[in-house]
């Protein structure tokens, strides 16, 4: 075999080697177990439908309109947004982080995305060990659960105007 012969196999060995190892499968990502507090729809049907028929009824009949009483976010934003708070939260020293959903409603002013809309914003919460004042010579702590003033909130996503149904 003459040195260009050589030459050409080895190469060829070299790519059939590379296409082999990059068809390797990546192993999956385990299964997420589904969190304990999903509910099912026919139960959000009737929690739907008990917001309807008591408080819905009556703030669309004082405000005259057809208010809003779903959002819509973005669940990549929603992420951008939670890996912001973990990041804004541990460097300020907080763990057990949560959010906490808040009510409001645009003023009528025209500036607002909705004047005299409902919205919904989030609040990052998270806990904060602090010591508590004391002789024993064996460190006591107390953990407060609050909102985290220091992250801002989250607003904005888009509201349904008509409302959707749950079903």
Known sequence: MNTKSIQRLAFFLA????????????????KIKAPKQIIDYEYAKELEDEYKNTRSAII????????????????EELKKYIAY??????S???????IRIYNGAYPKEKRFHDPGYSTV???????????KASFSPISSTFVINDNIH????YNYGHAGKPPKNVN
């Open 15 to 30: 790519i059939m080697a590379f296409s082999f190892q990059s068809c390797e499968e990546k192993p999956k990502p385990p």
């Open 60 to 75: 669309n009949k004082h405000l005259g309109i057809e208010d809003t009483r779903e959002f819509w976010f973005d669940l």
């Open 85 to 90: 708070v973990e990041q804004e939260a541990d």
């Open 92 to 98: 300020l020293g907080y763990t057990r982080l949560g």
């Open 121 to 131: 914003f989030l609040v990052p919460t998270g806990n904060k060990t602090k010591s």
């Open 150 to 153: 220091e992250i801002p909130a």
